[in-house]
């Protein structure tokens, strides 16, 4: 069965740091495209970053590059995104997903399974 389960969202001050984390069950991260995407309250959810499986290269969204970076660690089946420079606008419920392919603008596409979220609440 597959599962992933989201954890380390939090409150964060503007101009914070915080890593989820994301580990996976069922299925071996490194064979399939993987992502994460967030929604915010009364928003459209927006892919985030994403893995490419064929080749392991990666994409953000235009508004987090420089400041996200999305990782893998194979051994424990988990991915990460390490967020910095959070702004109120990074605020949001943030899931993992496992999807077909991996977009140019970090959307993870064509997903058919996400864990349940962790929320990013960015505020002083």
């Known amino acids: 069965q597959v599962q992933l389960v989201e954890s380390g969202g939090g409150l964060v001050q503007p101009g914070g740091s915080l890593r989820l984390s994301c580990v996976a069950s069922g299925f071996t991260l490194d064979n399939y495209a993987i992502g994460w995407f967030r929604q915010a309250p009364g928003k459209k959810r927006e892919g985030v970053s994403c893995f490419r499986s064929s080749d392991d290269s990666l994409d953000y969204l235009d508004s987090v590059k420089g400041r996200f970076a999305i990782s893998r660690d194979n051994a424990k089946n988990t991915m990460y995104l390490q967020m910095h420079s959070l702004n109120p606008a990074d605020a949001a419920v943030y899931y993992c997903?496992?999807?077909?392919?991996?977009?140019?603008?970090?959307?993870?596409?064509?997903?058919?399974?996400w864990g349940t979220g962790t929320l990013l609440t960015v505020s002083s």
């Open positions: 997903a496992k999807g077909s392919y991996c977009s140019r603008s970090g959307t993870l596409e064509e997903m058919d399974a």
